[in-house]
């Protein structure tokens, strides 16, 4: 089953907050991973480490999250879990 979104993943923005279903905070969105041309939501790299994108590699790795893990989308706010 496909999640439901309350906003498109397109409008995903770096640096949104990324929680899970209790609410904890998790990290925040380092970058979207997909086609955004070919409408292709494959998922999110998420970083506990604020500061420049550029920076998370070298601070922190970013992990990926599968889209299929996203369970909501709203402004700023990006929850996901099993």
Do not use: K, N
């Not at 609410?23 to 790299?45: H, K, N, T, W, Y």
């Not at 998370?56 to 790795?61: D, G, K, P, Q, Y």
């Amino acid at each position: 089953m496909q999640p439901a979104f309350e906003i498109s993943s397109r409008a995903i923005e770096p640096h949104w907050r990324v929680v899970g279903r209790d609410g904890a905070d998790l990290g925040e969105v380092c970058a979207v991973v997909g086609d955004s041309d070919e409408d292709i939501f494959d998922g999110l790299a998420v970083t506990r480490r604020g500061g420049p994108a550029a920076l998370h590699a070298l601070v922190r790795r970013p992990r990926c999250v599968g889209y299929e893990l996203v369970t909501g989308i709203d402004r700023g706010l990006v929850r996901y879990g099993l």
